[in-house]
């Protein structure tokens, strides 16, 4: 067997001296896999992301990434007026240098980059200018023309309609199928994590963490008692395929139904 794209062994970081926010945590991430990190607020998904791509050194255990890493933040200002295409250049920046001019082959790279985003015709406009969802498509499109091995993604499809919430589902599991390349994302979607990952890691407290293959691991049980709220797992069939997905329970009554009581009262 190949060694795997990620390995963590016993991990445990603090910010503060003691006060623990990931501690023996292990995790194996194969090659040309998709892993989905899921867990309620403060769990540490962004430390651990932080962790992988080396912005943060692990207070204990043992981290191993075989592979060039790039790291997709959720969605950014920035204060400079870049076009699309000088953001998705950007990938490049480690091949054309400090003082270098980007080749024609790395404006080529960064346009079919943003094609497969669906933004070749945004590559001129201003970065600041693009909605939130168009900005963290052309972000996305930065990390390929990096020509990474492994993409580490923050919450990918957090300011997206739902369009471009699926255009993005599909391109992630399009890089790992086609172009062999390992992606681990987090999430708050466990629908999203059922759609495209094939591993993934529930973060359900400091020291209790459970991996393994996401459609074992993505249960109802688990997950009710992940979020402590109620959801269901459910099957259908939709153009001929067989879907699986994951719905919440969402127990607020809608507010028309709250004024139409109060009409019938008056
Ligand atoms: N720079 C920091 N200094 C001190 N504590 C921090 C820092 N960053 C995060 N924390 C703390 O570490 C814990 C984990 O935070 P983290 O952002 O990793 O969680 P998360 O699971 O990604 O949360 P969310 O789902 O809300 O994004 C939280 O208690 C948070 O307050």
């Given at each position: 067997m190949s060694e795997p794209a990620i390995s963590l062994s016993d991990l445990g970081y603090f910010?503060?001296?003691?006060?623990?926010?990931?501690?023996?945590c292990d995790m194996c991430v194969a090659r040309g896999r998709v892993f989905a990190l899921l867990g309620p607020n403060g769990r540490g998904k962004t430390t651990l992301l932080h962790l992988l791509i080396g912005a943060l050194k692990p207070c204990e255990g043992a981290l191993t990434v075989n592979g060039r890493i790039a790291f997709v933040p959720q969605l950014f200002e920035v204060t400079?007026?870049?076009t699309a295409l000088d953001m998705a250049l950007m990938g490049r920046a480690r091949k054309i240098g400090l003082f270098s001019q980007p080749s024609r082959a790395d404006e080529a790279a960064a346009l079919a980059a943003l094609d497969r985003f669906g933004l070749a015709d945004y590559a001129?406009?201003?970065?600041?200018?693009?909605s939130g969802g168009q900005r963290q498509l052309v972000i996305f499109a930065r990390a390929l023309v990096a020509e990474a091995d492994i993409l580490v993604l923050d919450e990918?499809?957090?300011?997206?309609?739902l369009e471009n919430q699926s255009l993005v589902l599909e391109r992630i599991s399009a890089l790992a199928r086609d172009d062999g390349l390992t992606i681990v994302m987090t999430t708050h979607h466990p629908h999203h994590a059922l759609a495209v990952a094939d591993e993934a890691l529930l973060m359900r407290g400091q020291g209790d963490y459970l991996g393994g293959r996401a459609r074992e691991i993505l249960t109802e049980d688990n997950l009710c008692s992940l979020y402590r709220a109620p959801l269901k797992r459910i099957a259908f069939e939709h153009d001929g395929r067989e879907i699986e997905t994951i719905t919440p329970i969402l127990m607020a009554k809608p507010a028309r139904h709250r004024s139409d009581e109060t009409l019938s009262a008056e």
């Amino acid at each position: 067997m190949s060694e795997p794209a990620i390995s963590l062994s016993d991990l445990g970081y603090f910010y503060r001296p003691n006060q623990w926010v990931l501690r023996h945590c292990d995790m194996c991430v194969a090659r040309g896999r998709v892993f989905a990190l899921l867990g309620p607020n403060g769990r540490g998904k962004t430390t651990l992301l932080h962790l992988l791509i080396g912005a943060l050194k692990p207070c204990e255990g043992a981290l191993t990434v075989n592979g060039r890493i790039a790291f997709v933040p959720q969605l950014f200002e920035v204060t400079f007026d870049y076009t699309a295409l000088d953001m998705a250049l950007m990938g490049r920046a480690r091949k054309i240098g400090l003082f270098s001019q980007p080749s024609r082959a790395d404006e080529a790279a960064a346009l079919a980059a943003l094609d497969r985003f669906g933004l070749a015709d945004y590559a001129e406009r201003p970065f600041g200018e693009l909605s939130g969802g168009q900005r963290q498509l052309v972000i996305f499109a930065r990390a390929l023309v990096a020509e990474a091995d492994i993409l580490v993604l923050d919450e990918p499809t957090s300011a997206l309609d739902l369009e471009n919430q699926s255009l993005v589902l599909e391109r992630i599991s399009a890089l790992a199928r086609d172009d062999g390349l390992t992606i681990v994302m987090t999430t708050h979607h466990p629908h999203h994590a059922l759609a495209v990952a094939d591993e993934a890691l529930l973060m359900r407290g400091q020291g209790d963490y459970l991996g393994g293959r996401a459609r074992e691991i993505l249960t109802e049980d688990n997950l009710c008692s992940l979020y402590r709220a109620p959801l269901k797992r459910i099957a259908f069939e939709h153009d001929g395929r067989e879907i699986e997905t994951i719905t919440p329970i969402l127990m607020a009554k809608p507010a028309r139904h709250r004024s139409d009581e109060t009409l019938s009262a008056e």
